[in-house]
């Protein structure tokens, strides 16, 4: 099996099994995008810039520009120094709009009991699962082997 089915196969287990991937991830990453646009479009707005202009004066995209502000893409870091610039504001304070508690359950650290299993958890944070994914994985693949480890001792 190669690594794209090997991965595939994975990720429909873990669907089947109730457990959207890296959900969390994907509602932090939606709020951090939220925040970061509507604080771009109140500074464009609160200058008095149409996005036209502040295409012309960052030489960012008009189409990146209502991205960003709708929340629909992270942009490069060299386009948020490039807004930075045209608002005339610190590029530090678009990084401090972007911090997000991140001290939830995705911060847990991988359980890893041997060497095979923190090379097994590697392998499995390597498709995109996020840490606590990770170990609901890991505690699966621990409860198979016992049950695997209690049937073999009966015969």
Do not use: W
Not at 46 to 59: D, R
């Amino acid at each position: 099996m190669d690594r794209k089915t090997a991965k595939r196969t994975i990720m429909n287990m873990v669907a089947d099994a109730g457990y959207p991937m890296a959900s969390e991830t994907e509602a932090i990453e939606k709020l951090i995008l939220k925040k970061l646009g509507t604080y771009i479009a109140t500074q464009r707005k609160q200058k008095g810039i149409t996005q036209k202009e502040l295409n012309n004066l960052s030489s960012v995209s008009l189409a990146v520009i209502a991205d960003l502000e709708n929340g629909k893409s992270m942009p490069r870091v060299e386009t948020l120094i490039r807004l930075a610039i045209a608002l005339k504001i610190n590029v530090n304070d678009i990084f401090e709009t972007m911090k997000c508690d991140t001290n939830n359950a995705l911060m847990k650290p991988i359980k890893a009991k041997s060497s095979r299993d923190s090379e097994l958890a590697s392998a499995i944070a390597g498709f995109g699962y996020e840490k606590n994914m990770v170990n609901e994985i890991m505690d699966f693949i621990s409860f198979i082997e016992y049950k695997y480890k209690k049937n073999n001792s009966r015969h």
